[in-house]
């Protein structure tokens, strides 16, 4: 009997302990989301350093607190410190592994650090943890359309074509409303040397969203590669009248304009872009073949050869590589008289 009084005894201190150890994390979990409440006031105030602060000391008390680290990872990728966004948000997968926004947040961060990154292999390597973060967060949100889409983005420019394909596919039957996807769906086919498939998804894009001239150049470069001209010529007017300011919109119309033997329409093209920018070798190069060939064309306008060689000492100085433009300077340029004796 005194036996079993003192094993009772002690399965009552027993429990006593492991409720007071409940108690006390009770506690702790109630302190922490405290200062994780008040950091999330605090940031939203903009009192970035406090708010980080109180944040800290939410995963002090409480270092399985994944919110915690989540928001810390939201505060410095908004400062644009994103290699301390990537700590937090990598410690905030770690603590909650099936909690999809830091997931994503962390596969952005990647992809940014990879457009900052300046070696190609630390480029690659920024590409290919952002496609793995990415993998992990469609696990956890399988219908998500931007992650499907960074991922395409993501394989992309690891110039792995096929999955970027299926992922941006698969993103075009998540949102089919989507301009961006099937913008992105022209690019991944022009790399693969799918013209035609191009062409479609550039004007299945276009259908959702006329506004858009970088598609334009896009699409206008690809039907140059076909030698297409008259539409070449109509998307690159386009892409001009949508942003007028865009020296590459003129420039491409320049050169076709003069494929088609529209003299006068492609140095007024050319003209233009380099008033909108005047480093533009290309356009520079541009404006001395349309003058040398209406010289060729007249031998007896003298200035038009001069222009032309002006234009391209220009084009020269600003890109020196040009290899055939510098025989064509020297082809044409007058050697000046032997004094008389």
Same mark, same amino acid.
């Given at each position: 009997?005194?036996?079993? /009084?003192?094993?009772?005894?002690?399965? &009552?201190?027993?429990?006593?302990?492991?409720?007071?150890?409940?108690q006390a994390r009770r506690m702790q979990d109630k302190i922490a989301i405290?200062?994780?409440?008040?950091?999330?006031?605090?940031?939203? /105030?903009?009192?970035?350093?406090?708010?980080?602060?109180?944040?800290?000391?939410?995963?002090?008390?409480?270092?399985?607190?994944?919110? =915690?680290?989540?928001?810390?990872?939201?505060?410095?990728?908004?400062?644009?410190?994103?290699?301390?966004?990537?700590?937090?948000?990598?410690?905030?997968?770690?603590?909650?592994?099936?909690?999809?926004?830091?997931?994503?947040?962390?596969?952005?961060?990647?992809?940014?650090? &990879?457009?900052? =990154?300046?070696?190609?292999?630390? +480029?690659?390597?920024?590409?290919?943890?952002?496609?793995?973060?990415?993998?992990?967060?469609?696990?956890?949100?399988?219908?998500?359309?931007?992650?499907?889409?960074?991922?395409? &983005?993501?394989?992309? *420019?690891?110039?792995?074509?096929?999955? !970027?394909?299926?992922?941006?596919?698969?993103? +075009?039957?998540?949102?089919?409303? *989507?301009?961006?996807?099937? *913008?992105? $769906?022209?690019?991944?086919?022009?790399?693969?040397?799918?013209?035609?498939?191009?062409?479609?998804?550039?004007?299945? *894009?276009?259908?959702?969203?006329?506004?858009?001239?970088?598609?334009?150049?896009?699409?206008?470069?690809?039907?140059?590669?076909?030698?297409?001209?008259?539409?070449?010529?109509?998307?690159? /007017?386009?892409?001009?009248?949508?942003?007028?300011?865009?020296?590459?919109?003129?420039?491409?119309?320049?050169?076709?304009?003069?494929?088609?033997?529209?003299?006068?329409?492609?140095?007024?093209?050319?003209?233009?872009?380099?008033?909108?920018?005047p480093a533009n070798a290309a356009a520079h190069r541009g404006l001395g073949?349309?003058?040398?060939?209406?010289?060729?064309?007249?031998?007896?306008? !003298?200035?038009?050869?001069?222009?032309?060689?002006?234009?391209?000492?220009?084009?020269?100085?600003?890109?020196?590589?040009?290899?055939? +433009?510098?025989? $064509?300077?020297?082809?044409?340029?007058?050697?000046?008289?032997?004094?008389?004796?």
């Amino acid at each position: 009997m005194h036996i079993r /009084r003192i094993a009772i005894w002690a399965m &009552a201190l027993g429990l006593a302990t492991s409720f007071g150890c409940r108690q006390a994390r009770r506690m702790q979990d109630k302190i922490a989301i405290n200062h994780y409440v008040r950091g999330q006031l605090l940031a939203d /105030r903009g009192e970035l350093d406090a708010a980080l602060a109180e944040l800290a000391k939410a995963v002090r008390v409480n270092e399985d607190l994944s919110v =915690a680290y989540s928001a810390m990872g939201d505060i410095h990728r908004n400062r644009n410190d994103y290699p301390m966004a990537r700590v937090s948000y990598e410690k905030a997968c770690d603590t909650n592994p099936y909690s999809f926004k830091p997931h994503y947040n962390l596969g952005v961060v990647y992809q940014t650090l &990879a457009a900052a =990154a300046t070696t190609v292999e630390d +480029i690659q390597d920024y590409f290919r943890q952002a496609a793995n973060v990415y993998l992990r967060a469609m696990v956890i949100s399988p219908e998500d359309f931007d992650t499907h889409l960074n991922l395409s &983005a993501c394989y992309y *420019s690891m110039g792995k074509y096929d999955l !970027a394909e299926k992922y941006c596919k698969a993103a +075009i039957v998540l949102k089919p409303q *989507s301009p961006e996807a099937y *913008s992105n $769906l022209g690019i991944i086919y022009d790399n693969q040397g799918q013209a035609y498939q191009a062409i479609k998804a550039y004007r299945d *894009s276009l259908e959702l969203d006329v506004h858009q001239p970088k598609l334009l150049m896009n699409l206008g470069v690809t039907y140059i590669r076909q030698g297409r001209l008259k539409p070449a010529l109509q998307a690159f /007017r386009m892409a001009a009248n949508e942003d007028p300011n865009c020296p590459e919109a003129w420039e491409q119309l320049g050169t076709c304009h003069y494929h088609v033997k529209d003299y006068d329409k492609a140095l007024d093209a050319y003209n233009n872009a380099v008033q909108r920018d005047p480093a533009n070798a290309a356009a520079h190069r541009g404006l001395g073949v349309v003058y040398m060939t209406q010289y060729v064309l007249n031998r007896e306008k !003298a200035e038009l050869r001069n222009k032309a060689l002006a234009a391209w000492h220009t084009s020269l100085e600003l890109n020196p590589s040009q290899k055939d +433009i510098v025989e $064509l300077v020297r082809k044409y340029t007058v050697k000046p008289a032997e004094p008389s004796l």
